[in-house]
């Protein structure tokens, strides 16, 4: 079964340093991830890295367990799902962080995702759902981020 991916991007006003030190400090992780209700790093991780676990809960209550595959400070970090929701079969997500100029940043987050049977009859409406969630959760840290 071929993934199913999508990519959103925003500017932000901030340094690429800052920007992504930001979103990857899970102490001030729910300060801006208005799509979730827990993130937490695992295994007495004190810091986002290379290997590290994290598991997070959507506000609907599903719940991911992720590891960093990559983590290329400050330009981009990837995760893959290590347990997950029974509706994924697999999921992988980065976080592309990209210096437009002084003080600007493109934030780009690409997503790839397989979803089990009967779930992926209905790709089209999770794909979209999915997609809209980055879209808010782009918004509300660029709000949050430029407030600081």
């Given at each position: 079964?071929?993934?199913?991916?999508?990519?959103e991007?925003?500017?932000v006003?901030?340094?690429?340093?800052?920007?992504?030190?930001?979103t990857?400090?899970?102490?001030?992780?729910?300060?801006?991830?208005?799509?979730?209700k827990?993130?937490d790093?695992?295994?007495?991780?004190?810091?986002?890295?290379?290997?590290?676990?994290?598991?997070?809960?959507?506000?609907?209550?599903?719940?991911?367990?992720?590891?960093?595959?990559s983590?290329?400070?400050?330009?981009?970090?990837?995760?893959?799902?290590?347990?997950?929701?029974y509706?994924?079969?697999?999921?992988?997500?980065?976080?592309?962080?990209?210096?437009?100029?002084?003080?600007q940043t493109?934030?780009?987050?690409l997503?790839?995702?397989?979803?089990?049977?009967p779930?992926?009859?209905?790709?089209?409406?999770?794909?979209?759902n999915?997609?809209?969630n980055?879209?808010?959760?782009?918004?509300?840290?660029?709000?949050?981020i430029?407030?600081?």
């Amino acid at each position: 079964m071929a993934s199913i991916k999508f990519s959103e991007k925003i500017l932000v006003d901030n340094s690429q340093a800052v920007v992504f030190d930001f979103t990857q400090d899970y102490s001030r992780r729910l300060l801006w991830d208005t799509f979730l209700k827990k993130a937490d790093l695992l295994e007495g991780a004190k810091a986002a890295g290379f290997g590290v676990k994290a598991w997070c809960v959507a506000r609907n209550g599903l719940g991911m367990e992720t590891e960093y595959v990559s983590f290329n400070r400050p330009k981009a970090t990837a995760i893959k799902m290590t347990c997950g929701p029974y509706l994924f079969k697999s999921f992988l997500g980065s976080w592309t962080f990209k210096e437009i100029g002084p003080g600007q940043t493109e934030i780009i987050f690409l997503y790839s995702f397989t979803l089990r049977f009967p779930f992926n009859l209905f790709k089209i409406v999770i794909k979209k759902n999915l997609s809209r969630n980055v879209r808010l959760r782009l918004h509300d840290l660029k709000k949050s981020i430029e407030s600081e």
